[in-house]
């Protein structure tokens, strides 16, 4: 399977101050997903951005989608030190065989410094 | 909310045994689990899809007899890593589609060493 980018591979910040995470794909997709994970431990989804929609909010989260730079961006207004994790987008897309599965891309790992 | 359980969390193993990983979807069915794996600082890789009542789909690169795929019931699929050696120390997550607005469930992650 085919994964996307992300940038940056990893982000330090202080506390209150706002992170943007991008990520770049390559097929065309039903969704795009974003999720988070704290160290060694399993995702979490975060927000789902449908193909046909251009930005959602979620609390603190806003994501945007641009299909036709096949990118998307996922920004995380007035951090907090728990927000430390890495991030991963992943592409909701039809597979060779003809049923949905997820790409993930290869992540960004957030710090934010109290 | 779907939950999917997996256990175990943990596991060390001796080098040439085999180790069962389990993934239950607890309040809901799961016609479909997919199953991940994830070398240290990287990002998770699909291994397989296994189909309740169905063979088990691979993905190009993955030894069909070394990961063993079950989906023995609308609530349960299991990961059987025979054999297994150090190489295949790593972190393992099952999850199950969710709905359309929702995305995807995913278990805790099993973290296997094999010494």
């Known amino acids: 399977s085919q994964q996307g980018e992300e940038d940056p591979q990893a982000l330090s910040i202080q506390e209150g101050e706002n992170a943007t995470m991008n990520c770049s794909y390559k097929?065309?997709?039903?969704?795009l997903q974003w999720y988070r994970q704290n160290s060694g431990r399993g995702l979490v989804h975060l927000i789902l951005?449908?193909?046909?929609?251009r930005e959602k909010h979620s609390g603190r989260l806003r994501v945007t989608l641009d299909t036709s730079k096949k990118s998307s961006s996922l920004l995380i207004t007035a951090s907090r030190a728990a927000d430390t994790a890495s991030y991963f987008c992943?592409?909701?897309?039809?597979?060779?065989?003809?049923?949905?599965?997820?790409?993930f891309g290869k992540g960004t790992k957030l710090s934010v410094i109290p | 909310g779907a939950v999917v359980s997996q256990h175990p969390s943990r596991v060390i193993c001796k080098s040439g045994t085999s180790v069962k990983i389990e993934c239950r979807s607890l309040?809901?069915?799961?016609?479909?689990m997919f199953w991940y794996r994830q070398f240290p600082k990287q990002s998770l890789m699909l291994m397989a899809t296994?189909?309740?009542?169905?063979?088990?789909?691979?993905e190009q690169g993955v030894e069909k007899d070394k990961f063993l795929i079950n989906h023995a019931s609308l609530t349960l699929s299991t990961l059987t890593v025979t054999s297994a050696h150090p190489e295949d120390s790593s972190f393992y997550i099952c999850?199950?589609?969710?709905?359309?607005?929702?995305?995807?469930?995913f278990g805790s992650g099993t973290r296997l060493t094999v010494v």
């Open positions: 999850s199950a589609p969710g709905t359309a607005f929702n995305g995807y469930t």
């Open positions: 097929t065309s997709i039903n969704n």
């Open positions: 951005i449908r193909s046909n929609e």
């Open positions: 992943a592409t909701d897309h039809l597979s060779g065989a003809g049923s949905y599965q997820l790409t």
């Open positions: 309040d809901f069915q799961a016609t479909t």
């Open positions: 296994s189909n309740e009542g169905s063979k088990a789909t691979y």
